[in-house]
T-cell receptor, first 115, second 114 residues
């Protein structure tokens, strides 16, 4: 399974964009990139996922490089409530992949949003 | 929808006792997952079910751990006998059929084994 590398921590000012990077240089063609976050004392929460095209939803945008070896999660206007641990995960898209159906969480990035 | 429901939210027990954690997935979801989170090891998948059938239990640490899903609306994770190193937050999650569907997590059960 492809592994991911994320910076252990990042800071962001409230109201500014938060750009969280993730490296997944060994990703295979059938693996999606997922982002989840975990606010203190809560269960993880799904944010967004993508295969090769950029994606946007009401929470965030996901930018995936053309070679798919890295991606960036963008929170366009960070608020204090966005302070959380953000996890970048790769996951197989079909039953032939060993990571099919499973989310393997790494250590994530602790994002702290300052007033 | 009430979301994934877990009980109890907190459990304190003594070493050697049996512990049972409970989970009610979101109605209509076909997948159910049990995770464990500790400071040392992070968030780990223990086991997951599809249509009430265990698919992958490779993350279950040892024979003291067992999980069941007798029907589509209920699952249990049992530890017998419990040990202090089992102290962790245990999360249950569910998702709809479809490989890329998001997992919805419950609030977790904080287990402390003395």
């Amino acid at each position: 399974d492809a592994k991911t590398t994320q910076p252990p921590s990042m800071d962001c000012a409230e109201g500014r964009a938060a750009n969280l990077p993730c490296n997944h240089s060994t990703i295979s063609g059938n693996e999606y990139v997922y982002w989840y976050r975990q606010i203190h004392s809560q269960g993880p929460q799904y944010i967004i996922h993508g295969l090769k095209n950029n994606e946007t939803n009401e929470m965030a945008s996901l930018i995936i490089t053309e070679d798919r070896k890295s991606s960036t999660l963008i929170l366009p206007h960070a608020t204090l409530r966005d302070t959380a641990v953000y996890y970048c995960i790769v996951r197989a898209a079909n039953a032939g992949g060993t990571s099919y159906g499973k989310l393997t969480f790494g250590q994530g990035t602790i994002l702290t949003v300052h007033p | 929808d009430a979301g994934v429901i877990q009980s109890p939210r907190h459990e304190v027990t003594e070493m050697g006792q049996e512990v049972t954690l409970r989970c009610k997935p979101i109605s209509g979801h076909d997948y159910l997952f049990w995770y464990r989170q500790t400071m040392m090891r992070g968030l780990e998948l223990l086991i997951y079910f599809n249509n009430n059938v265990p698919i992958d239990d490779s993350g279950m640490p040892e024979d003291r751990f067992s999980a069941k899903m007798p029907n589509a609306s209920f699952s249990t994770l049992k530890i017998q006998p419990s040990e202090p190193r089992d102290s962790a937050v245990y999360f249950c999650a569910s998702s709809r059929q479809g490989f890329n569907n998001e997992q919805f997590f419950g609030p977790g059960t904080r287990l402390t084994v003395l």
